[in-house]
């Protein structure tokens, strides 16, 4: 593995991060994901949350953007970071996934897809 592929998967997420994840409603976030396929996580990211939006203005740092309206799909837009990933972004991914993957799976069983 190169250099840069080691930042950008790094194994140890930022503490304060994985913490943070640690202490959510996870019965809520799978209760709310498996009833409406969506749940939100009000205070998880409150003081980088400034860095991130203002990074959605620089697009050298963005692989591609989709505008959703172009397939008649609404208004909104979204953008992929290219790699390596902002360091907030990769730390989260890491923290979040472990608690994603028993939640996805059990509403996988459940609904029989």
Not at 4 to 13: D, E, L, S
Request: charged letters at 25%.
């Amino acid at each position: 593995m190169n250099t840069r592929a080691r930042k950008v998967w790094k194994t140890i997420p930022d503490k304060n991060i994985a913490c943070r994840v640690h202490e959510l409603d996870w019965d809520r976030i799978g209760n709310d994901l498996d009833a409406q396929r969506s749940a939100v996580i009000e205070t998880l990211l409150m003081s980088e949350c400034n860095a991130l939006t203002v990074l959605y203005s620089k697009d050298e740092v963005f692989d591609s953007r989709v505008v959703m309206a172009w397939h008649g799909f609404g208004r909104e837009e979204y953008k992929y970071f290219h790699y390596p990933l902002p360091e907030i972004t990769s730390d989260l991914r890491i923290a979040v996934y472990p608690w994603l993957v028993p939640i996805a799976a059990l509403i996988l069983l459940t609904r029989g897809c």
